[in-house]
C-alpha cells in the first residue's frame, strides 16, 4: 500500500533544458523591454546563467566523467563577475554624468 503512494520522479535531460530555455527567453525579453542600464545587466546575467545551466546539463548526461561542462561554466561565471563589475563602474560614470541610468539619453554624451 505505501509503495502505491510513493510516486518517483525522475529529472531528466529535458527539465534542464526547458529551465535554460525560460533563463534565456526572461533574459532576452528583460533586456528589450528594460530602459535602465540595470535591468539590461540583469538581463545579461540571465542569458549568461542560461548558457552554463545548459553546459552542466549536456554534460551530466553525456557521460565520461570529464566535467568539461562544469570547467566551462565556471569560466561562465568568472566572465559574468567581471562583467558585472564593468558594467557596474560604467553605471555609476553614466549616472555621475547624466544624473540618470537611462539608456536612451547616453546620446548626450560625447567622447
Known amino acids: 500500500m505505501a509503495d502505491e503512494l510513493v510516486s518517483v520522479v525522475m529529472i531528466g535531460l529535458t527539465h534542464y533544458l526547458v529551465v ?42 553525456r557521460g565520461g566523467g570529464a566535467m568539461d561542462g562544469q570547467i566551462t561554466a565556471l569560466f561562465i561565471i568568472v566572465l559574468a563577475a567581471a562583467e558585472a563589475a564593468l558594467a557596474v563602474a560604467i553605471c555609476m560614470n553614466f549616472y555621475k554624468n547624466l544624473a540618470t541610468i537611462d539608456v536612451d539619453r547616453g546620446d548626450v554624451l560625447q567622447g
Do not use: H, P, Q, W
Open 20 to 61: 535554460a530555455a525560460v533563463l534565456f527567453c526572461a533574459g532576452v525579453f528583460t533586456m528589450t523591454t528594460k530602459r535602465n542600464a540595470i535591468g539590461i545587466l540583469i538581463g545579461v546575467e540571465l542569458v549568461l546563467n542560461s548558457a552554463s545551466v545548459n553546459l552542466v546539463a549536456f554534460d551530466r548526461y
